[in-house]
């Protein structure tokens, strides 16, 4: 064996060794804890009313967050790349803070400007409207975190597209509101769906900042991540791990069916193996540039 | 149409950031600077600055020596199980950071194999400076990777064979050849893991114990404070964590500038 | 006429892309236009096609102004210079695409795509995706998309421009062959200008957004209408002169030039093969030396220095060369025996004129 062949096999195997130690091993710790008493005691864990509250209103709010930061974001995206206004860059910049504030930070900057000392949480309170510790603050954190996601995976595609593939629509007699339904849509779909499903795991998991708009109420205002939090506090293990097993399974469930819905229309079916872990998902997010429109 | 959607644009970026952030900054200053530093400078939050500074620090490292690591073995070579691997990097971003920090209490808490083991070589984890740098590796992961692995595979391997030939062993073609080239890349991951390690709450919260003046981060003081209803204290450490935000926020901008001129390519968004 | 532009012009901001340009195209036409980049020829192609409006001048297609038509009701074919092909659509729903927003028949549609697969060479590869297809066959199909519904004129950008060389070859054959078969009048835009000799019947030369010589390929080559025109179609030798009593000089070379005054300079171009050689260093007057000789597959290039210090290029066919197989450094007599005073700056071309002098013994 050449010494160069020597250096990459030591490489090899210590990042091997690297990952497999810092991210398979807690994963099949928790895998085996799960089942560790059975199927069905994990089926019961599942049904305890608190955790079946904390997983329906994670799931509820997840998808509330999904359809509004959708539709915001899709809007966000087509004036960031297609208009040109005051403002636009300062807009276009904000658009990455989520990224880099603590999502603690974000969760107090919510609660203070949302909660009843405030003269706008006051305001809407007075509409009938109480944001804190309650879905809509559960909803406006989630949507805080995952705010860039549909904004940055699609501005690229809609800048990408550069207007040529609708003017060959039009040339070919479609009107923009064909072009736009049967061409524009259709291509930014990879991205736009790529967008929205990040956004749907990463509102599942989220907890630094719900905690703290959430409150803690049992049944009404307790996500999962939060009711996985107090029975770790509470020396539950068994019932943190059924919640955390399930959100874990939904979220790699939801990235699977990401993976089918953006393969590239025409390449054959993966098989269930290589689908979950394969690395489609590095293809998306090569999808997701951090560019800035001209 | 166009004044309306740019309108409802603004709306939205006001009332989910622009707000928000400028009303923690009136809170926190509201009170007067005296109180502001006075906050700020608690030896509680001293030492939440310096345990972050410490733990961002270490994680950084280590990051940046196997992200690097496993973005060379990733772009640079085949093996079998490549795919697994490259499946594996991405996980943390899908994993709820208080499961990742339960993960590792199954791990290596009282009365499983492995935290038998430390506690006869009497080695503390769980509920100290180790668990906290762990679970910060874990959630940091893939940033370093995935910034450098396709800024590998575009700069491909003609210039390190050019060094070869001309006698450069291993090591030398990694100093001088390939890390000029990826350095911008590097310096964006580095950026992210900072920013991520900094703000990382949940999984920090359940394996460190969160013990005053012992392994109290500075987000697990701010929410410390905010569950003892100091507000005043945890808006005004939230505002200095806020600050620190937007500079890496700029950071973040020039490194970009740099590694699009560099390699002609942006760098990647991986997602915190 | 099929196509007619009546002094055309195009501003972005205060920058005029394209400046007053007329110019017909006749029905069933293949026509080029040509010129570097960034000399305005795609900007008429898409104001033709109403993808940009006209600053000023006039559009007809048909004899009907469509100025005011919007590019839906103009009834163009357009071929992108990127293909800009459906990604997420099939061949075949990119052929039909313009067919279905006309609403034709399924039936008909269906139709119309099988005979254009076929006629492009494209059997068989309707239900592929255009990043399965090669760049010649993503080019056929954005050829066929715009010519199913049956386009008056068909205009397109740098139609070869995306893909390699052998390729090209064969496409641009390709194209002649289609074109002989459809008979659609087609206008397209190429830097290229051998492709734009061989493809067009006739072709324009652009530079700068003005329009500088419309004519077969033959005359633009033969007959450059401008100094732009000769150095930018094939190769010519150029020399600036200046004119006395009658005759213009430089390095020793002498050319007729009546009617300019005294000491104006003025541009002499002439092509490589209007220079013959000679081994024999009597022969002609003037002398030389061999500098480099290239060979270049049918023909050879002889670069020579003049006793002056001038270096001209000449072309020789194999069998001339074989006569006296040129070496580097080996003396030469040589003469040039056609010229042509350029015009500066779009003034009136010069005819091509013959010089009387020759050989020195006959």
């Not at chain 3, 074919?77 to 075949?92: D, I, R």
Request: with cysteine; glycine share 8%.
């Amino acid at each position: 064996m050449s010494r160069h062949a020597i250096t990459a096999l030591a490489l090899r195997s210590a990042a091997i060794g690297y990952v497999l130690c810092l991210i398979l091993l807690p994963l099949t710790a928790i895998g085996f804890q799960s089942f560790e008493d059975g199927l069905t005691r994990f089926i019961d864990d599942i049904q305890q009313p608190q955790a079946k509250a904390a997983l329906i209103l994670t799931i509820e709010a997840a998808l509330i967050t999904t359809v509004i930061n959708a539709v915001f974001g899709m809007l966000s995206a087509w004036v960031l790349v297609r208009y040109d206004f005051p403002g636009r860059a300062f807009l276009n910049a904000l658009v990455d803070l989520p990224f880099a504030v603590p999502t603690l930070v974000a969760g107090i900057m919510i609660a203070a400007l949302y909660g009843a000392t405030s003269p706008i949480g006051a305001w809407l309170l007075k509409g009938g409207i109480e944001v804190l510790y309650n879905v809509p603050g559960i909803v406006l954190a989630m949507l805080f975190v995952t705010m860039p996601f549909t904004i940055r995976s699609l501005q690229p595609v809609l800048m990408e597209l550069e207007q040529d593939q609708e003017e060959a629509a039009y040339t070919l007699g479609a009107t923009p509101w064909q072009a736009f339904w049967r061409v524009t849509v259709p291509s930014v779909l990879p991205g736009l769906l790529t967008g929205i499903f990040l956004t749907f795991v990463r509102a599942l998991g989220e907890f630094g900042s719900v905690v703290i708009v959430a409150g803690n109420i049992p049944l009404k205002t307790q996500v999962a991540a939060v009711y996985v939090y107090g029975e770790i506090e509470s020396y539950n293990p068994q019932g943190a791990t059924s919640v955390s097993v399930v959100v874990l399974i939904v979220s790699f469930l939801a990235l699977m069916l990401l993976e089918r819905l953006t393969r590239p229309p025409g390449e054959r079916l993966p098989t269930l193996l290589t689908s979950i872990f394969s690395p489609q998902l590095l293809v998306l997010r090569s999808i997701l540039k951090f560019n800035t429109p001209h | 149409m166009r004044r309306l959607f740019i309108s409802l644009v603004w709306l939205y970026f006001a009332a989910l950031l622009i707000g928000p952030i400028a009303y923690l900054c009136a809170q926190a200053s509201g009170e007067g600077l005296t109180v502001f530093l006075n906050e700020v400078m608690r030896p509680e939050a001293v030492h939440g600055f310096w345990l972050t500074t410490e733990i961002t620090l270490i994680v950084l490292l280590v990051n940046l020596l196997f992200g690097t690591m496993t973005a060379m073995v990733l772009a640079r070579q085949r093996f079998w199980g490549q795919t697994f691997l490259s499946g594996l990097i991405d996980l943390p971003f899908s994993v709820s950071p208080v499961i990742t920090g339960f993960m590792l209490i199954l791990l290596v808490g009282p009365g499983t194999i492995l935290g038998t083991w430390f506690g006869t070589m009497d080695i503390k984890i769980l509920y100290a400076l180790p668990a906290m740098i762990l679970v910060t590796l874990f959630v940091t992961f893939p940033f370093v990777v995935r910034e450098l692995t396709p800024i590998l595979m575009a700069i491909g391997t003609d210039s390190e064979e050019a060094a070869r030939t001309l006698g450069a062993n291993e090591w030398q073609i990694f100093i001088r050849v390939t890390l000029p080239a990826i350095r911008w890349g590097m310096a964006y991951g580095a950026t992210l893991t900072i920013a991520r390690a900094i703000g990382e709450f949940g999984a920090v919260l359940v394996v460190s114990g969160n013990i005053l003046q012992l392994t109290q981060t500075a987000t697990l003081h701010i929410y410390q404070s905010y569950v003892d209803f100091n507000y005043v204290g945890a808006y005004a450490v939230a505002a200095v964590l806020l600050a620190v935000s937007f500079l890496i926020l700029i950071v973040l901008e020039l490194v970009k500038a740099r590694t699009s001129v560099m390699t002609d390519r942006s760098p990647q968004m991986v997602i915190p | 006429m099929k196509i007619e532009v009546r002094a055309l012009s195009k501003y972005f901001g205060s920058v005029e892309a394209v400046s007053n340009v007329s110019f017909t195209v006749k029905e069933g036409e293949l026509l080029g236009l040509l010129g570097p980049s960034g000399s305005g020829k795609t900007t008429v192609l898409r104001m033709i096609a109403g993808l940009e409006s006209p600053s000023s001048g006039d559009i007809f297609i048909d004899h009907v102004r469509v100025n005011d038509l919007s590019v839906q009701q103009r009834n163009i074919g357009f071929v992108f210079q990127h293909y800009a092909l459906f990604k997420h659509m099939t061949v075949a729903d990119n052929v039909a695409f313009g067919l279905s927003i006309k609403k034709w028949a399924k039936r008909e549609i269906h139709q119309r795509v099988a005979d254009l697969l076929q006629l492009m060479g494209l059997p068989g590869l309707g239900g592929r995706y255009p990043h399965q297809l090669s760049g010649g066959q993503r080019q056929r199909v954005a050829i066929a998309r715009a010519l199913a519904p049956r386009p008056s004129v068909l205009l397109l950008d740098e139609p070869f421009g995306a893909v390699d060389a052998q390729v090209r070859q064969e496409l641009r054959e390709w194209l002649i062959r289609l074109h002989d078969e459809l008979a659609v009048t087609s206008l397209f835009v190429t830097h290229d200008q051998e492709e734009a000799m061989e493809v067009s019947n006739r072709l324009i030369v652009f530079s700068k957004g003005r329009l500088e010589q419309i004519g077969s390929p033959a005359e633009v080559y033969e007959d450059p209408a401008t100094e732009f025109v000769a150095r930018f179609i094939g190769s010519m030798n150029i020399v600036e002169a200046e004119v006395k009593q009658g005759v213009a000089h430089v390095a020793g070379l002498e050319f007729p030039a009546p009617d300019f005054p005294d000491t104006q300079r003025i541009q002499i171009g002439f092509r490589p093969y209007y220079i013959k050689l000679s081994e024999d260093t009597t022969h002609f007057r003037l002398q030389a030396r061999v500098r480099h000789v290239y060979f270049l597959g049918v023909a050879y290039r002889v670069e020579i220095e003049t006793e002056s210090g001038l270096i001209l290029r000449s072309r020789m066919n194999k069998e001339e060369f074989r006569q006296c197989r040129f070496e580097v450094g080996q003396p030469v007599s040589y003469a040039i025996t056609h010229f042509r005073i350029l015009p500066q700056d779009h003034g009136t071309p010069s005819p091509a004129m013959g010089i009387p002098d020759s050989p020195l013994t006959p």
